[in-house]
């Protein structure tokens, strides 16, 4: 069993920057590749950024890639996401999920994760 649990959103101006926190609980968060998705109002939740387990492979929605980062820190049981050039449409609830089995035709789908916290809202004013 894993829990996650997210924290660092909030509102900030278009341009700006934001870095969340996903902590877990556990022994074996080194063995979980981990993602982060969203879900803006009325929409579906859609994947942004995965990390495998050792850190050596990431991987971006098109939306957001060269803006965002994805990392973790083995040691600390944290993966963050590092968003920079916010926009307007990258307001959304934020969840990460965590997963063994991840593959590389597997990570964009939600269906496959396990595991997931409960989100941390971040609005972009323009």
């Known amino acids: 069993q894993v829990q996650l649990v997210e924290s660092g959103g909030g509102l900030v101006q278009a341009g700006g920057s934001l870095r969340l926190s996903c902590a877990a609980s556990g022994r074996t968060f080194s063995s979980y590749a981990m993602g982060w998705f969203r879900q803006a109002p009325g929409k579906e939740r859609e994947f942004v950024a995965v990390?495998?387990?050792?850190?050596?492979?990431?991987y971006y929605a098109d939306s957001v890639k060269g803006r965002f980062i994805i990392s973790r820190d083995n040691a600390k049981s944290t993966v963050y996401l590092q968003m920079n050039s916010l926009k307007p449409e990258d307001t959304a609830a934020y969840y990460c999920?965590?997963?063994?089995?991840?593959?590389?035709?597997?990570?964009?789908?939600?269906?496959?994760?396990?595991?997931w916290g409960h989100g941390t809202q971040v609005a972009v004013s323009s």
């Open positions: 999920a965590a997963d063994r089995r991840i593959t590389i035709g597997t990570y964009r789908d939600r269906n496959e994760y396990d595991y």
């Open positions: 990390i495998n387990w050792s850190g050596g492979n990431t």
